[in-house]
């Protein structure tokens, strides 16, 4: 059991572990919070929905009072910005108790007892590495994003393969290096017999993932780890639910309160087929558009006066629909003025991308309009009293991030409904697996393709992300 990888591969590992073990923050970067009036380190974790023991650590001789400054470590915080090609889940609080991995209906399926043999394409370019220098290795490692990606990706699958050993089955894990680059990507293609493998996984990004889903056999089934594909080729097996499910998700759960509400839809000009399609769905909803400027330009803006004396007593629910963070920042500026005693808004969103995240979006507004929306997963609460946390660290001495887990559930749900049988078997499909941050539960849609429905509906509640349904 275990994973094979190239020489290349297996000397960049070497220079990632020296890296790991001499200076575990080289590939963390840092948002620095300078400390307001009446912020204590509790108010200040919130903010960044971090556990208190993180900032801590990483600002060991800082007094926390006004005016002082702080290192949060952004691999634990919101809003950064990752790989523009990646359609990925989002890291989310959950309740303050350990997430529990159910998964047992699964298990009992398990029939198949031979080796498992998985092949993995990750971008680590290992062509532009210098191995005769540690430095020039940490430098990219450091800065390479998609590289960081595919690393913590990798080392999540290693620790999905310690996992699923206590079943007693043997694994192959053969990574294969596309190097972000097409004509390597062709090579690897024409060098090596791929129908030898369970799966395929990856590649990671959109474009190279359908480039390599076209070039292969039919016969070979590839899954997608981290972005979505428009392909619609029976041998895909697509792990990321689509928008219109996300979009099905919300809104059954809208329709489903029983509190009396009055609806509202605010969007942008771009949105405003998303705005049309949930006014047919709520015809008594009042809609509103940002303003178009005198040259005809969508301002992405809108003004208080817009929105005042809109709202009624009791509950207000209210779709945002944008792409824009500013209006985002805008909007909920705007909302949170007319919440009081007796004015309730929920907000929410049938698509919570990147504009609801970020420096300019107001935890404390999102918290006070209780933040509604679709996720595709949940995330770790406490990373020092997690189990999971507590294996990855001792074995890579770092903290994982959302990628690592990413792999861990995705490649140890594989392995295990592998293990139940042929994938093909759709009724052992329909069963729920749930793990880390992640769950699945595969459906043979009519043209034969299989998809993940399961999605989770989150909330922003007291400053936390919190898991409802």
Not at 187 to 214: H, Q, R
Not at 238 to 249: A, C, Q, R, V
Not at 354 to 381: D, K, Q, V
Request: net charge negative; glycine share 4%; hydrophobic share 35%.
């Amino acid at each position: 059991m275990g994973i094979k990888i190239s020489y290349n591969i297996r000397a960049f590992f070497f220079v990632v572990i020296f890296i790991f073990v001499n200076q575990i923050q080289s590939q963390t970067d840092f948002i620095i919070h300078k400390v307001r009036k009446n912020q204590d380190i509790e108010k200040i974790a919130m903010i960044y929905e971090l556990d208190v023991n993180i900032i801590l650590e990483f600002n060991p001789n800082t007094e926390i009072k006004k005016g002082a400054k702080l290192k949060i470590p952004r691999s634990f915080s919101y809003g950064q910005k990752d790989n523009e090609d990646l359609e990925i889940p989002e890291i989310q609080d959950t309740n303050e108790t350990e997430n529990e991995i159910i998964y047992d209906s699964l298990i009992e399926n398990i029939t198949s007892y031979e080796k498992k043999k998985i092949a993995i394409m990750l971008p680590f370019r290992t062509k532009n590495i210098n191995f005769d220098s540690i430095k020039q290795s940490k430098e990219i490692i450091k800065n390479d994003k998609l590289l960081n990606i595919s690393l913590d990706f990798l080392f999540g699958i290693e620790m999905a393969v310690d996992s699923f050993s206590k079943f007693g089955i043997d694994v192959d894990v053969s990574v294969f290096d596309t190097g972000a680059d097409k004509n390597i990507i062709h090579e690897l293609i024409k060098g090596n017999d791929f129908s030898k493998y369970d799966l395929l996984i990856g590649p990671l990004t959109a474009n190279a993932f359908n480039y390599v889903s076209k070039s292969l056999s039919s016969d070979i089934k590839i899954v997608t780890p981290l972005s979505k594909s428009k392909l619609d080729y029976q041998n895909i097996i697509h792990t990321i639910p689509d928008d219109e499910l996300l979009f099905n998700k919300i809104i059954s759960f809208i329709k489903k309160d029983t509190v009396p509400s009055q609806k509202f839809i605010i969007s942008d000009s771009y949105n405003r087929i998303v705005s049309e399609k949930i006014k047919k769905i709520f015809p008594d909803a009042n809609q509103f558009f940002s303003e178009i400027n005198d040259s005809g330009i969508d301002t992405r803006t809108m003004v208080y006066d817009s929105l005042d004396s809109t709202f009624v007593k009791g509950r207000n629910i209210v779709f945002l629909e944008t792409k824009d963070q500013g209006f985002v920042s805008n909007i909920t500026s705007i909302l949170n003025s007319f919440v009081n005693d007796t004015t309730e808004i929920i907000l929410t969103t049938t698509n919570k991308n990147r504009a609801f995240e970020g420096i300019n979006i107001s935890n404390y507004y999102m918290s006070n309009l209780n933040f509604h929306y679709p996720s595709i997963n949940r995330s770790i609460t406490n990373y020092k009293e997690d189990n999971f946390v507590k294996k990855y660290f001792m074995k890579y001495n770092a903290y994982p991030s959302k990628y690592a887990v990413r792999g861990h559930d995705l490649v140890l749900d594989l392995l295990i409904r592998l293990s139940c049988g042929e994938l093909d078997y759709n009724e052992l499909n329909l069963i729920e697996s749930e793990y880390i941050e992640n769950k699945f539960k595969y459906i043979k849609d009519e043209d034969g393709i299989y998809r993940n429905i399961s999605s989770y509906i989150m909330k922003f509640d007291d400053l936390k992300y919190i898991e409802i349904e």
